[in-house]
Nanobody, 124 residues
């Protein structure tokens, strides 16, 4: 079965950087797009970033543009989320997801596979 396993997040101070990774394994179709979402307590799941198969097309949620960068290494079936200048409002559970190529990268309902989520807490 397909599994997406995220790296451990953590508790960090505002202003620092943190990188998350997500490794895919199992019989996943190819090509596949990957995305990152997050969900804070009491809030809806929010699109953070998405990447096409080759990584040439990337998309970001408005709240993270200019601070976060998504990248991927297909040889390792891994996608990364580099988070810079973290803010307390970035505190959430972060999920990676995989789905077929589509223009619906920001639509969480489109993705077929999800990681278990990893907590990122940013203190002020």
């Amino acid at each position: 079965q397909v599994q997406l396993v995220e790296s451990v997040g953590g508790l960090v101070q505002a202003g620092v950087s943190l990188r998350l990774s997500c490794a895919a394994s199992g019989p996943i179709y190819s090509p596949y797009y990957m995305g990152w979402f997050r969900q804070a307590p009491g809030k809806e799941r929010e699109f953070v970033a998405g990447s096409s198969w080759g990584g040439r097309s990337t998309f970001y949620g408005d709240s993270v543009k200019g601070r976060f960068t998504i990248s991927r290494d297909n040889a390792k079936n891994t996608v990364y989320l580099q988070m810079n200048s973290l803010k307390p409002e970035d505190t959430a559970v972060y999920y990676c997801a995989a789905g077929p190529p589509s223009s619906r990268l920001s639509d969480y309902e489109w993705y077929d596979y999800w990681g278990q989520g990893t907590q990122v807490t940013v203190s002020s």
